[in-house]
């Protein structure tokens, strides 16, 4: 059950990867487009026990995305 709903979570998160990736590419803004990931991976993970690793996640692409964001990647 959990190595279902885990690999449930990644595909989703894969496709909010996709989409931020997308985002980043139109130069809409890295605060917008790390907000939509934050909004879809938190919704993706929501009542379950991976809350805590998409939390960590979330932070980690806010800390460092701005090196993808500019160009540095």
């Known amino acids: 059950m959990r190595l279902a709903l885990f690999l449930l979570i990644a595909l989703?998160?894969?496709?909010?990867?996709k989409e931020h990736d997308a985002c980043y590419r139109k130069k809409t803004g890295q605060k917008p487009c790390d907000d939509q990931?934050?909004?879809c991976a938190m919704a993706s993970s929501r009542g379950t026990w991976c809350v805590p690793v998409m939390k960590l996640f979330v932070?980690?692409?806010?800390t460092f995305g701005g090196i993808s964001y500019k160009g540095m990647w």
């Open 12 to 17: 989703t998160v894969g496709a909010s990867a």
């Open 37 to 39: 990931f934050d909004n």
């Open 59 to 62: 932070a980690l692409v806010r």
